[in-house]
C-alpha cells in the first residue's frame, strides 16, 4: 500500500511552489498526496518566519501535532522551509517530537532523508546547508515525468520560480537569512518549464522570485546575461500562454525597460504588486529601501503612462522603529496620492537577526493597532472606489471554480468576480465575458454575456 503525505503550507507562493515540487518528488517515490493530517505516514510543516505572528502558528501546531505523534509512533513528522532554515536543531530542542527538519535549499534530500527514517537507519535528520545552490535543476526533469494536473484550479494556472533568495537587505527582513544570496535560474530552464506546462493544458504563468526584478544580475543565467524584461518578453513569446503575471518586486529595480513591457505584452496582465513598505522618507532609511518616495511616485507614473489601467497593489509595515505621528501621516498621504486598489499592511514585528531588532524607539503595540486600523479603513474606502471604476464595463475574467449555481473568476487586474452560473457548461481555465454590476471592497459581481 502506499504511504501517505500530508503537507501544509505557511507563507508565501515561493513556499507554495516548494510544497509542490516535494509533492511531485516524493510522489515518485510512491508516496500519494491527502489533504488530511488525520492518518498520514508523514506530515511535513512548510514553515515561514517573515513575521512572529506566522512562526507562532507553526510551533502551536507542532504542539498540536505531539498527540498525533503519540497516537501512531511510525508517524514521520518534518519541518521544512524558512523557521526550519533559520531556527535548525533548536526546533528539536523545543519540540523532541520532529524527526526532520529540512532547510530551504535542500529540499532535494527528503526521499533519501525519508527513507532512512522509515527504515530506522536514524532517529532524526537534519539538513539546513544555505549555500547558494538552485533548488530547481532536477526538477526539470521530474516535470516531464509528471502527468498533467487533474482539472481544477491548479490545472490551468502555475507558478515558475525563476530564481532563489535576496540581496537587498533590508533592515526588517529574514529573507537573506532564509532563503540565503540571490541567484537566477538560466533562462532556457525556465523556458522550457513554461513550454511544458503550456503544452500540458496551464494558461497562466506566475514568474516567482524574492525580487524578480533583479533577475539575471547575479549567478548562474549559464546562457549570457538577460535581464528580467527580456526573460519577460522570452517567455510571452511561449504560444498558447494566454496570461502572465509576476511577483515579487523592489521598486528601485524598476526600470523603463521593464514598464514598457505593460505596454507591449498583450498576454502580461494589468496589475503590479510594488511594495512601498513606508511613505516617510526617513523610515525608508532606516529600512534600508533605497529609495525615496518621490522616486516611487515618479515610478508610479511613468508606469501609468504606458498602462493607464494597471491596478497597483503594495505591502506597507506599520510601526517601524521610531514611527513617528508625522511618518505615519505620510504613509496615509502616499496612500492617498497612490490610490492603490489593494495593500496588505501588517505591524511591524522584531525578528531574530535583523537590524532593526537592534533599534531603539520600539512602537507600543496599541499605537501599532491604532495606525493599522486607520491604514486598513482608508485602503478599504479605496479599494471600494476602484473596484467601482468597473461597474457597467465588459471585462475578461478566467473562470476559477464553478459550480451549477455559482461561477467565481479574476480579472487580469487580479479582481475576484461572482457570476451566477449559466445553462453554458463551464470549466476552470475558461476565459469569458462579465459584465460588471455590483462593486464590493473585496470582489466584485457581474453577469455573463454571451
Ligand atoms: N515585520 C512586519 N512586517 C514585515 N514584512 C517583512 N518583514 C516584516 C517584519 N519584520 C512584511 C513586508 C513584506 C511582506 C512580505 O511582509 O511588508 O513586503
Ligand atoms: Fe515566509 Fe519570506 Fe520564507 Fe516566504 S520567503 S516563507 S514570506 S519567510
Request: include cysteine.
Amino acid at each position: 500500500m502506499s504511504k501517505t503525505l500530508f503537507i501544509k503550507t505557511f507563507g508565501c507562493q515561493m513556499n507554495q511552489r516548494d510544497s509542490e515540487i516535494i509533492e511531485q518528488l516524493l510522489g515518485q517515490e510512491g508516496y500519494a498526496s491527502t489533504d488530511s493530517a488525520k492518518n498520514a505516514d508523514v506530515i511535513l510543516i512548510n514553515t515561514c518566519s517573515i513575521r512572529e505572528k506566522a512562526e507562532q502558528k507553526v510551533f502551536s501546531l507542532l504542539g498540536h501535532l505531539r498527540e498525533e505523534k503519540t497516537r501512531n509512533p511510525d508517524l514521520l513528522l518534518g519541518v521544512i522551509g524558512c523557521v526550519a532554515q533559520q531556527e535548525g536543531e533548536r526546533i528539536k530542542e523545543r519540540m523532541p517530537h520532529v524527526d526532520l527538519i529540512v532547510g530551504t535549499q535542500e529540499i532535494f534530500r527528503l526521499p533519501e532523508m525519508l527513507e532512512r527514517l522509515t527504515r530506522k537507519i536514524t532517529t532524526w535528520e537534519i539538513a539546513t546547508n544555505l549555500e547558494a545552490s538552485f533548488v530547481i535543476p532536477p526538477f526539470q526533469k521530474l516535470l516531464k515525468n509528471t502527468p498533467p494536473s487533474p482539472p481544477g484550479p491548479q490545472s490551468y494556472k502555475r507558478f515558475v520560480t525563476i530564481m532563489q533568495g535576496c540581496n537587498n537587505f533590508c533592515s526588517y527582513c529574514v529573507v537573506p537569512g532564509t532563503r540565503g544570496r540571490e541567484i537566477s535560474r538560466p533562462v532556457t530552464d525556465i523556458v522550457e518549464e513554461v513550454e511544458i506546462l503550456v503544452s500540458q493544458g496551464v494558461q497562466e504563468i506566475t514568474l516567482l522570485g524574492q525580487n524578480v526584478n533583479s533577475y539575471g544580475q547575479t549567478n548562474a543565467v549559464a546562457d549570457g546575461p538577460v535581464s528580467f524584461p527580456q526573460l519577460l518578453r522570452r517567455v510571452a513569446a511561449v504560444s498558447g500562454l494566454k496570461r502572465l503575471r509576476f511577483t515579487s518586486s523592489h521598486p528601485k529595480d524598476l526600470t523603463d525597460d521593464l514598464m514598457r513591457c505593460f505596454a507591449e505584452l498583450e498576454v502580461l496582465c494589468p496589475h503590479f504588486h510594488l511594495p512601498v513598505q513606508s511613505g516617510s522618507n526617513a523610515v525608508l532609511k532606516r529600512m534600508n529601501r533605497k529609495y525615496t518616495v518621490e522616486q516611487y511616485l515618479e515610478k508610479i507614473a511613468a508606469l501609468r503612462g504606458y498602462r493607464p489601467d494597471i491596478a497597483l497593489a503594495t505591502d506597507i509595515i506599520i510601526g517601524f522603529p521610531g514611527e513617528s505621528e508625522a511618518d505615519f501621516s505620510a504613509t496615509m498621504d502616499l496612500l492617498n496620492r497612490v490610490r492603490f486598489h489593494s495593500s496588505f499592511s501588517f505591524k511591524y514585528s522584531d525578528r531574530p537577526y535583523t537590524r532593526s531588532a537592534g533599534f531603539t524607539d520600539k512602537i507600543p503595540e496599541e499605537v501599532k493597532g491604532r495606525r493599522l486600523t486607520l491604514f486598513q479603513n482608508r485602503q478599504d474606502e479605496i479599494s471600494l472606489e476602484r473596484n467601482s471604476e468597473s461597474l457597467g464595463k465588459i471585462v475578461e475574467v478566467v473562470v476559477e471554480d464553478c459550480d451549477k449555481v455559482s461561477i467565481k473568476g479574476r480579472t487580469g487586474a487580479n479582481q475576484v468576480v461572482h457570476m451566477a452560473a449559466t445553462s453554458a457548461s463551464m470549466a476552470p481555465g475558461d476565459l469569458v465575458g462579465v459584465r460588471i454590476d455590483h462593486a464590493g471592497k473585496h470582489s466584485l459581481k457581474g453577469t455573463l454575456t454571451p
